[in-house]
């Protein structure tokens, strides 16, 4: 090739440069940002109407004892991540597209199950596992459910399921076994519809755990005539 032409062919190099670097920063997508939620727990003596005296009164008629920790939940298929889960017909599996938890499953109900028998005020501790100091008690939970399930057409129903067991710290015996669970359909089939449906579900297994939950020594004490 002469010099001539390998001048030419430079030049038309840089002259095709410019139309292409043009053409890629067009490219962009239509996909939505991903959506990140919570799920929070009702504030104490949350329930309307209550009288503020009454309810101090049963404070301090009621003094905390012991401490409790909480474990980690063990998590049931495919509710261990932060995709949102789905159950659709046919029993399959599914998460929704673009929506996510602010974290995994089982870290997300363990913070709201602290939160939740912090509120109580039955014991006088309650933390995660991952807390300083050795708890008297531990509660143990399994998460079975956590998902939106569609029938053949319509808004979802949100079942919400932890399977929870009491114990003694020193000699890990168990004292208590319960099953906590809540259900509620979306009023409508979107995306924050259903994630007030998970709420809603999550917050009537909470209750429950709530109630349920006494430190022994206390109840011992109730139950003796």
Known sequence: MSRRMRRTVRSLAWWMLPPLAGCFSGFHTNQLPQ??????????????GADPGQASAVTRASQPSGSLEVLLPAAGTGLSGEGIAVLRPGQRLDYYSGARWAEPA??????????TLRQNGRF???EPDTGPFDAQYLLSLELTHFEAEYA?????TVHVELVCTLGQRRGRQVLESFTAAGSATASADR???V???????????????????????????????
């Open 35 to 48: 959506q990140t939620y919570v799920l929070s727990v009702p504030g104490a003596h949350a329930t309307a």
């Open 106 to 115: 089982p870290a997300l109900l363990q913070a709201l199950v602290v939160e």
């Open 124 to 126: 006088a501790l309650v």
């Open 152 to 156: 053949d057409s319509g808004a979802p």
């Open 191 to 193: 995306m924050q519809a």
């Open 195 to 225: 994630v007030d449906a998970f709420e809603q579900a999550t917050r009537a297994a909470l209750s429950q755990i709530g109630m349920r939950l006494t430190p022994p020594a206390s109840a011992a004490a109730n139950r003796t005539p």
